[in-house]
């Protein structure tokens, strides 16, 4: 028998959690099963298994794909002002999010399910830095002059995002006023990081 490579394992695995992503999208976390994953997937039952053990290992690998993905767009348009990228970061990145099938359900049902949030709060860190690295780096590109330590603005941009991401996933873009809050919101960091309109 061939012996299966780590890059192939480590391919087949991202594939079967992109398929979970879908399930977990529909179904949320705790109405998710590994039969789901294993029908969306393509997979028989012992392939499953032979890469994720429950189904919070899958889950776990699906945040870490999408967390992943956030603030990438920083790294593909690093040659713009830092100005633009936050203007992207707020009229395409967090519009983006909201319209694609959301994991907010799951995110919701899986971390109120945690016993120790050690988990949770380890992520929320890793999220944290890489805001406030990205406006500490405009700070010193000279693009940003903060009213306020830009640790804080970093944790009032990603509370906004959240609180906006799970008010939209209940009551829609329309019904939540989502293009009136992004203004306002483009305007609050405007004024926080003492950037000129």
Known sequence: ???????????????????????F???????????????????????LYSYFDSIEQVFLEVLAIVDNHSFTFIEEVCNMKFVDQLNTLIYKEVVDLLRQPSLVQARAEYF?????????????KRVIEGITNF?????ESGEFAPQ???????????SFVDGLMLNTSQLGETSNFVNDQLEVFHSSLYYLLGVEN
Request: charged letters at 30%; aromatic letters at 8%.
């Open 25 to 47: 999208e529909t179904k949320g976390y705790t109405d998710t099963s590994m039969n789901d994953i294993m029908l969306e997937a393509n997979i028989a039952r012992g392939t």
């Open 1 to 23: 028998m061939p012996k299966v490579t780590e890059a192939y394992r480590r391919k087949k695995q991202l594939e079967i959690a992109h398929a979970a992503k879908k399930v």
């Open 148 to 158: 306020k330590d830009v640790r804080s603005i970093a944790h009032f941009m990603l």
């Open 135 to 139: 406006l500490q780096q405009g700070v």
């Open 112 to 124: 109120f399910s945690l016993e120790d949030t050690t988990f949770f709060e380890q992520r929320h």
